[in-house]
């Protein structure tokens, strides 16, 4: 079982960049899929980006591709989204979840969640 803590939301500007981390509990972390999903208010959870376990490999959803770069730091648990370029639409509470398997983009498929942490863009 795996433990995640979201932080570095905020405020900003449109244009502007944030990261936030997600730390992880447990010795086996690297045996982990992390995945970032957000959620607007009055939206349904949606797919943001992924590291898959063991591989690294990466993917993003079309609307963040470009401008948002997901990476993994084994030795620290620790998984970053860093966000460039932001825009008012990509505001919303970015969660951060874990599985043992492979790629997807189901927020059904991820059994662990963080609490989340609120990313606001102003226009």
């Known amino acids: 079982q795996v433990q995640l803590v979201e932080s570095g939301g905020g405020l900003v500007q449109a244009g502007g960049s944030l990261r936030l981390s997600c730390a992880a509990s447990?010795?086996?972390?690297?045996?982990?899929?992390i995945g970032w999903f957000r959620q607007a208010p009055g939206t349904e959870r949606e797919f943001v980006a992924a590291?898959?376990?063991?591989?690294?490999?990466?993917y993003y959803a079309d609307s963040v591709k470009g401008r948002f770069t997901i990476s993994r730091d084994n030795a620290k648990n620790t998984v970053y989204l860093q966000m460039n370029s932001l825009k008012p639409e990509d505001t919303a509470v970015y969660y951060c979840?874990?599985?043992?398997?492979?790629?997807?983009?189901?927020?059904?498929?991820?059994?662990?969640w963080g609490q989340g942490t609120q990313v606001t863009v102003s226009s």
């Open positions: 590291v898959i376990r063991w591989s690294g490999t990466t």
């Open positions: 979840a874990a599985r043992q398997g492979g790629r997807s983009e189901s927020s059904a498929f991820y059994p662990y």
């Open positions: 447990g010795r086996t972390f690297s045996s982990y899929s």
